[in-house]
């Protein structure tokens, strides 16, 4: 049981409410540091929920008792039936068009993103993807140029019009990072870093999630659920690959993931055919699939020399073959009676 | 290195170029009870080949020597570079048309099977699955009707015209089973079952092969290779799922191994979205991703009445379900520039 | 519910129990073709058990009715709770002290087994292990040596008094294996081969039982009771590794295997080090732990000459570090209040 | 090839050093904030490699310049042959004593922590393991108690003498938990949190770098890597266990990795049983066998109480239940030469 608070409840509310919980004889569990005040009372058994729902529901400064049995409970389409639609720089995403995020891996250079970034624009792409801090599995490796990559970023913004998104690893990088993202992208290594979950939960910007490579479906719903009860509803999930015993692929494109997800919650899904096939001959296919599927749009990698990238290069598209992707993707949308984003 | 001699090559032949390969200094394997005898050379390096193709082509009864580099060689798309298309009573697969493949996860009776055969006749299906001999984990699960089921299909093709695919387990069934079958499935469970392999590959009827819940996909085409280097080239390869631990699912769909074994094969290449995902609610949404990742078809299970089913109740479509499935596959089929199969 | 005829219990007492079963409501499963009838009887509702087991015991020819939860009867602790203790040989299996099985992965010449065996026995081993048939991924790899391999490992087991473990493909080498070996073995890849297993549980001999590669612990004791419910309970499960994602190592040894299989079933648990950890250096750490676990003994690959293996040379010892393997494991069988078998 | 600089190098050495590597045509990469400056000179082909190193090994302030090719390198065996020894408040860890950290995975009480501890002395165990902040998938979960839990570790330390080990799930807490602890524990899900990792880099305590449920051991070693390069070395690793496919246990003890880690680095390795297995009952088999297999010690879940455990309480032991572990495990631990830690 989750005794949601009012925005702005007051602190003497929120006591009496947790009072009256422990006087019920449960132990309440107020999460540090909510902005909107969330009171779990876990342990309830069935007979007693009418009871307790009535009894928390009448208390001062409660917003709703919610009785969902999922672990995930503000994410759930059984708290919010109706899909939930995320609008960010003029694109909205989870309504009826496919909408498509493209761009590097990393960002390199400032050239290299603003030719990147018409590219996506030509090819009917709506929002930009950069990374400016990669985490990457050795220190050894290119971690990204940091606060100039975002310089790069919102250059290219400015010429397109092609909102960002970019990569955060660390909450001390939020004062520089929301200066220049639209909307945050949390990696696949840290959708399990509550903390970082927590702070961006107390921004108001979309939080796009992706999907830990051994994540369970409903750990992610968790995980969304570490952003929404801050108080940020605005949360994109994004299957990205499982990890895969095959060496085919870099990843196990999981396409089972989208319809589950798109069942379980109200939350726009996205799916990575980059990373999750790993391989830019099978990029174009395991896209269409993911539309197929019911996803509510991509994120891509381009690059416009993926020869030379400084990661990730052997999955990227470039130019025209992200164009082809987009011409493809586009019929398949139209299959599944969805059209591209009229941006 | 593989030499494969010629059809009906004379047993003199074949020890003449026994003889030759030992001279060289190599073991030659020869596996045995195939007809068209193909010897393997292995352990040759790159120096040495010119050479030796030069030297074993010229011998008698040779029809060609390959130098494939994968551990599959007939299988493979640079043995065999346009896309196979097996023919089976009138209904091509492989070609330009979508194929799909529905029926029961088990033959239950008389009247289910002929009315689930109308149902996927009525609904754009091409041929009828049903199994008779079933591989059930439990020795005190149903096993299946056996002769009665085959009987039971065999009536339903005479009255829908579909051919009919059915599994077959052992060896010993063959004679039973050939009587009745158009293609022979081999089980997840049997994918590595080589004698059954082998037996198959000296018959004359396609074999739908799926992929086992933790092979590779060179181990795929591995066992496709069993079958093939019988004789036997007219094998069917069929994604149905691999080993999940998110327990959302009843498997994972690989679906990244469509578009893997398109370009790695030759063969045709089909998705059982019906396994792969495992419940009935999200097997429309996956057909669809198979066809849009590349597919040339799939395997559905239909069943008039899941909830009452002996087998796999939980993941079957109704007739009317199938029927909203092909319907929505089509456009599918159609936004990838493939039609429905004109049967 | 599973009602477990007499042995030999006449056809007409079988028929009587199966038109009992249907008087009452349900739909018996009589499996085919075995020796020792078995009914399943499923859907049994608990308020109905105690009736019907007074009813079905009560009938003529019925030596028992069980009504274990699990989904596998004959091989859980629930259904006998001592530990089974199997005799091959004058060696006894899943006793106090721990056996060890050596033996090269393929029988690849007289010298080769005999060197071998006199190695395996000079170590402590109390059995020869040795592939006569193997399955092997490829059709184009070394497929064994087939009856002359039996014969070779017969005259090793003449000079050195070691039981035979062999593996089994096909029922139609029953006749010719069962001349020579002590024990069946089956492999990883035919654990679902049910097929096989019925065959097996047929005989008089005990089998060896490997794990597939992806199946669940429930699952290896269903396939157990395949072969125990035929009428032979000389099953010995044998953990031989799970497929794994990192390619550290060739699989991944399920250690947690030991401890459940010995808590759930009654039946002998073996390691197989070589299998499941992959590379010769890590086997004897690996080998360790199995017993430590709790592995009633191990199967280990040895071979003169590994750099020359026609298969698996990589992971198997050589004659000197068996001896080694031997006397670390000997230490740890001691710590764990287990000797080595006193043969 | 890696330039590590001297501890303190000033600036203008780094700068030289930068400067030599673009003139030489290479792009360095400095990991910013780095105390221990070390640059990564990727790309150098073999037939530079030798003229290279004397190059910049000629350099003010450069300590050494390593070819290791792992990806990674400070934690190789290669960079360092012998084990690295841990000592913290007078316990050695890798050292010739098997040393065992046992407490509750949540610090709940005063009362619960005390008794612990005191059990965890008696019973042989050498440090004292407890959760302050605890990372939990779901928000509505206990959380841990914080600063309070810090300070009654620290009053169970002054009473027992035994060190404390406790987690840390943000840089932010570094301040409040370096004040208590003695050992940082990096839990799983932290794995890949650069940044954190590269905090711990630049403390004076060990850390405890538990493995990601999907990661490959050479990314472990690669977060090793992070920490190691920011001038911390003391980092010990420990297994606790993978994602399983099988529900018959929490996770898959990869009971491989102890002598893969052994073998590939210095550093000392430890097992959780308590989180591999995840059930009381086979926590004791699993870790002789960690040990068994060259497990240099054991974290393991002591709570007086399990069964009112606030979190994980069906995996810990109770105070005789770790006593009786402890007498088993010593007895494993001198089969293989090596002795309960002095303390």
Aim: hydrophobic share 40%.
């Amino acid at each position: 049981m989750v005794i949601i608070m009012q925005q702005g409840a007051a602190p003497e509310q929120v006591e009496a409410v947790i009072d009256t919980v422990q006087t019920q004889g449960f132990t309440p569990f107020v999460n540090p540091g909510v902005e909107r005040k969330v009171i779990a009372v876990l342990g309830v058994v069935d007979s007693q929920k009418v009871t307790l729902v009535d009894k928390f529901e009448s208390l001062e400064g409660v917003e709703r008792v919610t009785l969902i049995s999922e672990p995930y409970k503000l994410s759930s389409r059984n708290y919010h039936p109706a899909d939930t639609i995320i609008e960010v720089g003029g694109v909205t995403i989870g309504g009826p068009d496919i909408v498509v995020i493209g761009g590097p891996c990393s960002v390199e250079s400032r050239e290299q993103v603003l030719e990147t970034a018409h590219a996506v624009k030509a090819g009917g792409g709506k929002l930009l993807r950069g990374g400016a801090f990669k985490p990457r599995s050795s220190p050894y490796s290119f971690q990204g140029l940091g606060n100039t990559a975002l310089e790069f970023l919102a250059e290219a913004r400015e010429q397109t019009g092609l909102p960002i998104v970019t990569e955060i690893l660390d909450p001390d990088d939020l004062p520089m990072v929301s200066e220049f993202t639209d909307v945050y992208q949390v990696g696949a290594r840290n959708m399990s870093n509550f903390r970082l979950l927590q702070r961006l939960g107390r921004t108001d910007k979309p939080v796009l999630l992706k999907r830990g490579p051994s994540a369970k479906l409903r750990e992610m719903l968790q995980a969304a659920e570490y952003i929404m009860v801050e108080g940020n509803h605005r949360v994109i999930l994004c299957e990205r690959g499982i990890i895969a015993w095959d060496d085919a692929t870099r990843n196990t494109t999981d396409i089972n993931a989208i319809p589950v997800l798109k069942q379980w919650s109200h939350l726009p899904v996205l799916l990575d055919p980059s990373h999750s096939v790993g391989y830019t001959r099978w990029v174009t296919p395991i896209a269409r699939a993911g539309v197929a599927a019911g996803a509510d749009g991509l994120i891509v990698e381009v690059h416009p020399n993926p020869s030379e990238a400084l990661s990730d290069g052997s999955q990227a598209l470039k130019p025209d073959q992200f164009k082809q992707m987009m011409d493809q993707v586009r019929r398949i949308a139209n299959a599944v009676g969805r059209g591209p984003n009229a941006g």
